[in-house]
């Protein structure tokens, strides 16, 4: 079921966490990372750091639509 979310386990701030996402905001993320040069890990970090009370899967979807939306808009 391509819609599905997938759970991953990471370590952010010393403490583990699961994430759900589905497999195209996962792919997403480690694109993202790639690009600026971090691990996945390192970015999920800074998005937690800077979540403001969101849920955590619910804040990297915002983080990445943001990312794409900003390049869609310097592509026009």
Same mark, same amino acid.
């Given at each position: 079921?391509?819609?599905?979310?997938?759970? /991953?386990?990471?370590?952010?701030? #010393?403490?583990?966490?699961?994430?759900?996402?589905?497999?195209?905001?996962?792919?997403?993320?480690?694109?993202?990372?790639?690009?600026? #040069?971090?691990?996945?890990?390192? @970015?999920?970090?800074?998005?937690?750091?800077?979540?403001?009370?969101? #849920?955590?899967?619910?804040?990297? +979807? @915002?983080?990445? @639509?943001?990312?794409? +939306?900003?390049?869609?808009?310097?592509? /026009?």
């Amino acid at each position: 079921m391509p819609g599905r979310a997938r759970k /991953r386990s990471l370590t952010i701030a #010393g403490h583990r966490t699961s994430i759900s996402l589905e497999d195209g905001f996962w792919a997403a993320l480690k694109e993202v990372a790639t690009a600026q #040069g971090r691990s996945v890990t390192e @970015l999920v970090a800074e998005i937690d750091a800077g979540r403001d009370g969101i #849920g955590l899967s619910g804040a990297i +979807r @915002l983080y990445l @639509l943001d990312h794409y +939306r900003r390049l869609a808009l310097k592509g /026009r």
